[in-house]
């Protein structure tokens, strides 16, 4: 079955950078774009980055240009998210995601950005 474990996630000051990494299994990775979404306290979810299965193509929200990245390591089966310049409004559980006729979700990492 899909699983999505991401990791990295934890407490760093505004102007800081964290890495998140989304571990794959049970599909065949290379085959399917993959997302990193955020869900802020009393938000909805929203989508943060994307990534085409190549890696070719990537696109962000506008909120985030310019200081996230989002890649991936087919041969790991892995998707990063490079986190840079982080702001307090950037706190929210992010959430790995892959669409496979339906949306499949890891259990999420919570980033909280504080002084």
């Known amino acids: 079955q899909v699983q999505l474990v991401e990791s990295g996630g934890g407490l760093v000051q505004p102007g800081g950078s964290l890495r998140l990494s989304c571990e794959a299994s049970?599909?065949?990775?290379?085959?399917?774009?993959m997302n990193w979404y955020r869900q802020a306290p009393g938000k909805e979810r929203e989508l943060v980055a994307g990534?085409?299965?190549?890696?070719?193509?990537?696109n962000y929200a506008n909120s985030v240009k310019g200081r996230f990245t989002i890649s991936r390591d087919n041969a790991k089966n892995t998707v990063s998210l490079q986190m840079n310049n982080l702001k307090p409004e950037d706190t929210a559980v992010y959430y790995c995601?892959?669409?496979?006729?339906?949306?499949?979700w890891g259990k999420g990492t919570l980033v909280t950005v504080s002084s």
């Open positions: 990534i085409t299965n190549t890696g070719g193509n990537t």
């Open positions: 995601n892959v669409y496979r006729g339906y949306d499949y």
């Open positions: 049970g599909f065949t990775f290379n085959n399917y774009a």
